[in-house]
């Protein structure tokens, strides 16, 4: 009968125990588990960390990367700029004609053409003052034909030689007179007759240093009317003629420069389209080869995020494979010892050699 009682006191009294101690044995056990995870997570952060750290790093790379390119960038165009201007000053020095617009400092304007920096050919010039002058140039200077337009509305069309009106030439004053005929070192010398508005005749003959000579007026007035018509008619139709045929000669000349003018502009033109073919076919190529190696980069730090996160995950399996089989050699050394299962004495030995 005792022992009937005792049976059924151990019973009822592993009935309360048994869980605790139960308990008791799954907390020892999770320690280890609990202290391995804190190691995975500060190894996480760590890891976290460098991946930060090589991200930040990646990111000042290509902003590294984009600045270099954005100065590459305005260098070619610096050096595009630099090639025009060598270019043109190629195309100005060493072509036997060369075409340009320059404006000088004290405010006048040459449009024209140019030979080693001079104006040399056919060409305009508008002075600050008002003065224009369209024709012939040869080193800076005024030869050949031209017409000179002042700011008093005085014009002259005709020959000139050193700057200076030189040779056969027509002037009409703001006043409506008119001179035609020799001119030497700017000044009337020579043959020449001076009309007025109405196209009559004021003087006819000598001119010397700007001056008419009087004693040739007087010679010709001895001259019966008829002589000195019948010579200001010769004189009239033959300056008519030279007029004709200068403007002639002119307009043929222009059309001349015009064509001459327009075949090098085309071929200026198409030099510097293919110019611009070839650059943005550099850019292109440059821009595919930069954005490969974008891709590459990326697809590198891609791989390497895999990598690392398989790594991690492939050491996380064997921590925990390690742990599992240490708590399993645990148990079974505790069961050699000669502890009961689920005995408190077996959860504080599988806790101590854990550790």
């Known amino acids: 009968m005792a022992l009937v009682v005792v049976v059924f006191c151990m019973k009822e009294l592993l009935k309360y125990i048994f869980p605790i ?20 997570q500060a190894q996480i952060a760590l890891k976290n960390q460098a991946m930060q750290k090589e991200r930040q790093e990646e990111i000042e790379r290509r902003r590294q990367f984009m600045e270099q390119a954005e100065e590459q960038k305005k260098q070619r165009q610096l050096e595009i700029e630099k090639e025009k201007e060598i270019q043109l000053k190629i195309l100005m020095e060493l072509s ?10 004290n405010g006048d304007v040459y449009d024209g053409e140019w ?18 002058y369209e024709g012939s140039w040869i080193k800076n200077l005024r030869e050949g034909q031209g017409s000179q ?33 020799n001119w030497i070192n700017d000044k009337r010398s020579g043959e020449g007759v001076l009309y007025n508005k109405n196209n009559e005749i ?20 001895k001259i019966n009317k008829e002589e000195l018509d019948k010579i200001a008619e ?55 080869a930069e954005e490969n190696k974008r891709r590459k980069i990326d697809k590198k730090i891609k791989e390497e995020k895999e990598a690392i996160k398989i790594k991690n995950k492939i050491k996380e399996e064997k921590l925990k ?13 505790c069961k050699k010892i000669g502890f009961k299962i689920g005995t408190e004495k077996f959860g504080q030995c599988v806790l101590d050699l854990t550790k």
């Open 21 to 40: 101690l139960i308990t008791f044995v799954l907390a020892s056990c999770s320690t280890p588990s609990q202290i391995a995870y804190e190691e995975r």
């Open 96 to 105: 036997s004609i060369g075409k340009g617009k320059y404006n000088y400092k």
């Open 115 to 132: 030979k080693n920096n001079k104006r040399h050919g056919k060409g305009v010039l508008l002075n600050l003052n008002g003065n224009k």
């Open 149 to 181: 337009i002042y700011k008093n509305n005085t014009k002259y069309v005709g020959s000139w030689s050193k700057n200076n009106k030189h040779g056969l030439g027509e002037q009409t004053y703001k006043n409506g007179d008119k001179y035609i005929g």
């Open 202 to 221: 004021i003087n006819q003959g000598e001119w010397i240093d700007d001056k008419y000579q009087v004693k040739v007026i007087r010679e010709v007035i």
């Open 234 to 288: 010769e004189a009239d139709i033959k300056r008519k003629k030279k007029l004709e045929q200068y403007k002639k000669e002119q307009i043929e000349r222009e059309k001349a420069l015009k064509i001459e003018q327009e075949e090098k502009r085309k071929q200026f033109e198409k030099e510097q389209e293919e110019q611009r073919i070839i650059y943005e076919k550099e850019q292109k190529a440059k821009s595919i």
């Open 321 to 333: 494979k390690i742990f599992i089989e240490k708590i399993d050699a645990a148990k079974t050394e």
